[in-house]
């Protein structure tokens, strides 16, 4: 439970005693003022900063994390103020300090936090890209609304460019992790291409209708029933037959050498669109 020493005195307990209890483990002090009557969680410092900072919003990763966005309980706890508030803070707790133009803020479990789409842009600034690039390529469109991040996109908070070219590289329609990231080493390459796809009767893994070329991402599964074997041998045919290229990748191939497999069939992708721009 988090109390603050208003309360404390206000519920009639002595000054003395409140610091007594402070020093024998009985209260937990986590910010000034702001006390925890038992060992704290991760919520329970969630609402000590915002009981601390009232005009606080959690944000960047302990944002995500409260969204269900990101895994991992935060050790570093982070929160964004205006740009006027100046607090020294613990180790565990960071602030940023800005302005935020109204409509970005709501609540999330009862806490005062950024809204999805701009928890988002700011774990572009804080966490490693791969981790980042997951992380909008599994929510935008589930947890972000796509309007929402576009909106954001094109206002004025920092860090909107980037959020943007992410947002033209995202893969959130990819069925396995190897078909997001080659969709990602695609987009990166200019190459923007229909994932999970249908053409005629098959449902194909990324597919380029300008140049009629299909890649296929094959796990280890592929060859393990000859009557998938066979099954794929006439699917195979019958998408040559009606002029499209397959290009096959082993999912072993672009978890091991991605730059090597996007950087072949892009060459591959753009040869074949100049040729049948030229015809």
């Not at 994390?65 to 020294?88: C, D, I, N, S």
């Not at 050498?257 to 030229?278: F, H």
Request: net charge positive.
């Amino acid at each position: 439970m988090i109390v603050t020493r208003a309360e404390l005195s206000a519920a009639g307990i002595p000054t003395s005693t409140i610091d007594n209890r402070c020093r024998s483990g009985t209260y937990i002090r986590l910010l000034p003022g702001v006390y925890s009557t038992d060992t704290p969680d991760s919520i329970a410092r969630c609402r000590a900063i915002t009981t601390w900072l009232p005009q606080a919003l959690l944000s960047h990763r302990t944002a995500a994390w409260l969204q269900g966005m990101h895994p991992t309980e935060p050790t570093l706890f982070e929160a964004t103020v205006q740009k006027p508030v100046y607090r020294k803070t613990p180790p565990w707790l960071q602030l940023y300090r800005r302005n935020l133009p109204a409509g970005w803020a709501t609540e999330t479990h009862d806490l005062p936090t950024t809204h999805p789409a701009l928890t988002l842009l700011d774990c572009l600034a804080v966490l490693p890209r791969p981790t980042a690039e997951a992380m909008i390529d599994e929510h935008l469109g589930r947890t972000v609304s796509p309007h929402d991040a576009l909106r954001l996109s094109h206002s004025k908070i920092p860090g909107r460019t980037a959020f943007s070219r992410h947002l033209h590289e995202a893969s959130t329609r990819a069925a396995s992790e190897p078909e997001r990231l080659f969709t990602r080493a695609l987009h990166h390459r200019g190459l923007i291409l229909l994932a999970n796809h249908p053409v005629g009767q098959y449902i194909c893994d990324l597919v380029d209708e300008r140049s009629h070329t299909i890649i296929e991402i094959d796990g280890r599964e592929f060859h393990s029933a000859p009557a998938v074997f066979r099954q794929d041998r006439r699917r195979q045919n019958d998408l040559l037959l009606a002029g499209w290229l397959v290009l096959r990748y082993a999912a072993s191939d672009v978890y091991g050498s991605l730059d090597r497999c996007a950087d072949e069939a892009s060459v591959v992708i753009k040869l074949r669109r100049r040729r049948y721009r030229g015809s």
